[in-house]
């Protein structure tokens, strides 16, 4: 059974850093391409970034380009959203989710390619 658990969302100021972590149960993270999401309530949900099984490909929206990153660990199984520069634009709640183990360079962007959902972890940027 796939299980993601994200953690390390929080209230921070303008322009801080934040890491969020999502550990990953019962898949590969060598094998298994990983994004992450954020949904605004009430608003449709947004793609933010992407790292494929290999950990060589990543992608991003512009909007987080230059502020986001995604890495993870593969011996800990755990993907990290690294977020630096944080603007009020991005509160939202933050949904790690785990794609088709195809390995490679794939990295979906689309939320109907991803198999499997954390429950997501509020992040609120104030002024």
């Known amino acids: 059974q796939v299980q993601l658990v994200e953690s390390g969302g929080g209230m921070v100021q303008v322009g801080d850093s934040l890491r969020l972590s999502c550990a990953a149960s019962?898949?590969?993270?060598?094998?298994?391409?990983m994004g992450w999401f954020r949904q605004v309530p009430g608003k449709k949900g947004e793609f933010v970034v992407a790292?494929?099984?290999?950990?060589?490909?990543?992608d991003a929206v512009e909007s987080v380009k230059g502020r986001f990153t995604i890495s993870k660990d593969n011996a800990k199984n755990t993907v990290y959203l690294h977020m630096n520069n944080l603007k009020p634009e991005d509160t939202a709640v933050y949904y790690c989710?785990?794609?088709?183990?195809?390995?490679?360079?794939?990295?979906?962007?689309?939320?109907?390619?991803?198999?499997?959902w954390g429950q997501g972890t509020p992040v609120t940027v104030s002024s």
């Open positions: 989710a785990a794609a088709g183990g195809y390995g490679g360079s794939y990295r979906p962007t689309q939320a109907y390619e991803y198999l499997y």
């Open positions: 019962g898949l590969r993270l060598t094998r298994n391409a």
């Open positions: 790292i494929s099984g290999s950990g060589v490909s990543t």
